[in-house]
């Protein structure tokens, strides 16, 4: 059974940083396409950042040059480094994992992915 449990979420100021990560059980990083998505408020989830078997990164044009998609192979965590926060980032933030496929060009489609984290607030105040 594949687990995602994503932690890291806070208040912030904005122009503040956040570093999320999303612990995996039952699933391995490399072996999937593995995603981070956000819901604000009244809003549908949106695709935020997705990162590849091969460990490559995609972006979403509202967050590229200021969030960083990693992972850590050692502790199968999955990280999202958020720099240069505005009051529009705030949202619950869900990782999301899609075992054994490529990530490919429609890695932001939300029904792409079989197993979500609970998600995690982030809350930026301008």
């Known amino acids: 059974q594949v687990q995602l449990v994503e932690s890291g979420g806070d208040s912030v100021q904005t122009g503040g940083s956040l570093k999320l990560s999303c612990s995996a059980s039952?699933?391995?990083?490399?072996?999937?396409?593995s995603a981070w998505f956000r819901q604000a408020p009244g809003q549908e989830r949106e695709g935020v950042a997705a990162?590849?078997?091969?460990?490559?990164?995609k972006y979403a044009d509202a967050v590229k040059g200021r969030f960083t998609s990693s992972r850590d192979n050692t502790k199968n965590t999955l990280y999202l480094q958020m720099n240069s926060l505005k009051p529009e980032d705030t949202a619950i933030y869900y990782c999301?994992?899609?075992?054994?496929?490529?990530?490919?060009?429609?890695?932001?489609?939300?029904?792409?992915?079989?197993?979500w984290g609970q998600g995690t607030q982030v809350t930026v105040s301008s």
């Open positions: 999301a994992a899609e075992p054994g496929f490529w990530c490919g060009d429609n890695w932001y489609i939300e029904g792409k992915y079989d197993y």
């Open positions: 039952g699933y391995t990083y490399r072996s999937g396409c």
């Open positions: 990162i590849d078997r091969d460990g490559s990164p």
